[in-house]
Structure formats: structure tokens, C-alpha cells
């Protein structure tokens, strides 16, 4: 793939998706915030909670079905001010992942430590930035997807008033390690290889484009750094455009469509394959990743929302051929007094891949009595009873026990049921 030169240029929550244009960055406001997810089941094979979903490409529907632990806090806290108003706010967070019900021996990580600078006189509003931080992830709450994730380590500027939105410029370094080998007779170290990848990330926000609708515009440009001879490496990108509407009964919707080359479709690169950050360098332009998405979230009552998403999704190579997985789910929810809903998901999810002659199918359906702070969508804490049950086809065999957390506990069975308690909580 042609190289990208260095020269080449490049809000809370969901809900976010429904109000006018934020800007590319988590601007924390100043105190302690934080996440947390944690729970413990049981299944009808025994043992621990069972987990269903496909595994791969896919991401899995979540209510009563996640079978891990994660949390993430921390402060943010004006550091200093200038005398002309200028702020320097810094943000720091660690956060701490358990493949199970219990943290445990689960380490902590820092997952932010960044500097803002705000106010300054000559930004017209926008901020400059530097540090390690997230950074432009919307999500698909139901199926905990940030269908684009920039976060990383680098700069930029955030926020910058042009035309009717707002446009950010940030460089990130991915992947900053190297690998070497030693001579055994001399103990001289040789760089052999590395991962790492200079990120360029534009985003413009906001431009309007028909009565509350607005279309953000999001690119990644990924130039490969390793120069080692002996392994060819490849520069990538990303284009993904997300139309946001707002004011859909009570609630608001997003449409997407992404398109993602080599490095830039996220494969074996960060967590999940997100869209965003740079996959692999080895990844030529053979490689690539199609998303078409609708997102909705809708209160138009003060007791009734639901979330519903439908997502299509095709990565395509010419070593590994084509996989394209589809889904479609909703999650309703009724709340019977301020602090107690009934919630319900159903999504329905199909994998087909190369290596399968067959299509994969699975069906997940949740029933969760829910203790929460209120009766929005969004209101959290929530503390949930939840029974789930999965159905799927012989050809999803495999993959289901793969995917379980609890271990291939269902053989040749097409179906099981999980139950437990679960909180989610952010503040």
C-alpha cells in the first residue's frame, strides 16, 4: 500500500448521539467519576455463569450476559490558572479487568493521564491537549460496542469552532514497543521488528443537515513505522460517517457507515478490532471492513424506553476470504415505580464465514428485574436479577463453547439458560 506521509492532514454516553455537537474528546467534569460492572450466575450445566454469543467479529448482547468484571475511576481537577482565565485541567484514571466474577488478583492500569488546556485566548473555545486518554468512542450500549474508539497516548487540539461544527486534530503513537534478539555469543541487541504506527485522527462534528440531524465526519490516516527490511509492514485508514438525530421520541438515532484498509480496519490491533486505533502494520490493503449500523434509543414516555439496533458487517481478505456478520436486537424497558424497571433484550445474531460452510446462528433472550436511581434509559445505578436464554444451530456448537466463560460446558446441546445478579453503575 502507498505510504501516508506525515505531511498528510488529517458526547455523556449515548444519549449524547441525541443533543447538538459536542467535541471528539471525554471532557470530564471536575471530581472523582468512574465505571463499574461486576456479577456472579449460575447455569443449567452448573458451575460458573454461562455467557452466550458467537465470538469472532461479533460482539454479544449484554444484558444478563456478561461474565466479567471491569471498573475504571478517577479524578479530574484544575491544576492551574492564568491570570488571562486560561485552565489546565488534568484528568487521571486506572481501571482493572477480571474474565470472571470476581476482580481478584486483577491488576490495575492507568488508563488516562492527561493535561487540557482551556480558555486559552487565541482558541476561539478550543482546547489543545497532550497526555494518554480516551478519545472519540460512541458506543452501541446494548451490545457494549464503541463502534469507533480513538483512544491512545499523543495530542492535539479538540473542539475548534469552523463553520457550522467543530473539528479536532489529534496524533496518537500506537503500539510503541519494539521487539529485539540478541546475538548469543556477542549479547549485542538487535531491533528486529516493531509494532508501532504513527495515527493521524480528524473528526468534525456537528454539521447540520436537516432539522435536528447533524452528520459527524471521522478519519484515522495510519502510517506503519517499522523499517526493518525483513518484514514488509503497511500504512491504512478509515473513513466513518455517523448521522445523529435527535428528538425521536424523547430520544434520538444514529446511522453510521464505516469503511476501514489494512491497519485501519482495527483488526488484531486493540481490544475487540474496534474501528479507530491501528490495527496491524501486516495488514495490507487486501484487507478491509464495511459497517452499516442504526441505533436507536427512544423515552416517549416518562415509564417506557427501549434501545434497538440492526448492524451489518463484512471484513473481507484475500487470505481469509469474506465473513459478514449481521444482528439485529432490542431491549425494552418498563418502569413500574422511580426506582424498579423490568427490562427485556432479544437479539438475534448470524456469522458466515469461510471456514464454515454453514451460517452460525444464535438467539439470546434476557428477563432482568432491575433496582435502579430512576426510570430513564440511562439512569444508573442499576442492580439486576436476570435469567437469559441462548438457542443456537449445530453450526454454532463450536463457536458457543469457545465463547463461554464457564467452558465448552454444552457438548452438543443447542440451547441453555444462565441466571444471577448483576449492578452497573457510573457516576
Not at 471498573?71 to 479530574?76: D, I, L, R
Not at 463457536?399 to 452438543?412: E, K, Q, R, T, W
Amino acid at each position: 500500500m502507498k505510504r501516508i506521509t506525515l505531511s498528510t492532514l488529517a458526547t455523556a454516553l449515548l444519549l449524547a448521539f441525541a443533543s447538538s455537537a459536542a467535541v471528539a474528546g471525554d471532557h470530564e467534569t471536575e471530581g472523582f467519576h468512574g465505571y463499574l460492572r461486576a456479577g456472579v450466575g449460575s447455569s443449567n450445566a452448573g458451575g460458573s455463569q454461562s455467557c452466550y454469543g458467537l465470538g469472532g467479529i461479533t460482539m454479544s448482547y449484554r444484558l444478563g450476559n456478561e461474565c466479567d468484571s471491569f471498573t475504571e475511576f478517577g479524578y479530574t481537577h484544575a491544576l492551574a490558572k492564568a491570570s488571562n482565565g486560561a485552565t489546565f485541567v488534568g484528568t487521571f484514571w486506572v481501571d482493572a479487568y477480571k474474565n470472571g466474577s470476581d476482580f481478584g488478583d486483577a491488576k490495575l492500569a492507568v488508563s488516562k493521564a492527561y493535561v487540557e488546556a482551556k480558555n486559552l485566548p487565541f482558541m476561539n473555545g478550543g482546547i489543545i491537549w497532550a497526555g494518554k486518554r480516551h478519545y472519540y468512542r460512541p458506543d452501541i450500549h446494548m451490545l457494549d460496542m464503541q463502534y469507533i474508539n480513538m483512544n491512545g497516548t499523543g495530542g492535539g487540539v479538540d473542539g475548534y469552532p469552523m463553520g457550522p461544527g467543530k473539528i479536532s486534530y489529534a496524533l496518537f503513537k500506537d503500539n510503541d514497543d519494539n521487539v529485539y534478539s540478541t546475538d548469543p555469543l556477542t549479547g549485542v541487541r538487535t531491533l528486529r521488528s516493531t509494532n508501532s504506527a504513527l495515527r493521524q485522527n480528524i473528526v468534525y462534528e456537528g454539521l447540520p443537515v436537516n432539522p435536528n440531524g447533524t452528520l459527524d465526519i471521522a478519519v484515522s490516516l495510519i502510517h506503519a513505522q517499522d523499517d526493518n527490511k525483513n518484514v514488509k509492514t503497511h500504512d491504512g485508514y478509515q473513513v466513518s460517517l455517523f448521522h445523529r438525530q435527535a428528538k425521536i421520541l424523547g430520544g434520538g438515532n444514529t446511522f453510521g457507515v464505516q469503511y476501514g484498509v489494512g491497519p485501519g480496519t482495527g483488526i488484531n490491533g486493540p481490544c475487540c478490532a474496534r474501528i479507530g486505533p491501528s490495527g496491524s502494520t501486516l495488514l495490507d490493503s487486501d484487507v478491509t471492513r464495511v459497517r452499516v449500523f442504526n441505533d436507536i434509543v427512544i423515552q416517549p414516555t416518562r415509564d417506557f424506553s427501549m434501545e434497538f439496533v440492526a448492524l451489518y458487517q463484512r471484513d473481507k481478505s484475500d487470505l481469509g476470504g469474506s465473513s459478514t456478520w449481521t444482528t439485529v436486537g432490542a431491549r425494552p424497558v418498563y418502569a413500574l415505580a422511580e426506582n424498579f424497571k423490568m427490562q427485556a433484550e432479544v437479539g438475534v445474531t448470524r456469522l458466515k464465514d469461510k471456514l464454515n460452510p454453514s451460517a452460525q446462528r444464535l438467539t439470546k433472550l434476557t428477563i432482568a428485574p432491575t433496582i435502579s436511581l430512576g426510570r430513564d434509559y440511562y439512569a444508573r445505578p442499576e442492580l439486576r436479577a436476570f435469567v437469559s436464554y441462548g438457542k443456537w444451530n449445530d453450526a454454532a456448537k463450536g463457536a458457543v463453547n469457545a465463547f463461554n466463560n464457564g467452558g465448552p460446558v454444552y457438548g452438543d446441546k443447542t440451547s441453555g439458560t444462565s441466571y444471577g445478579v448483576h449492578l452497573e453503575a457510573w457516576w
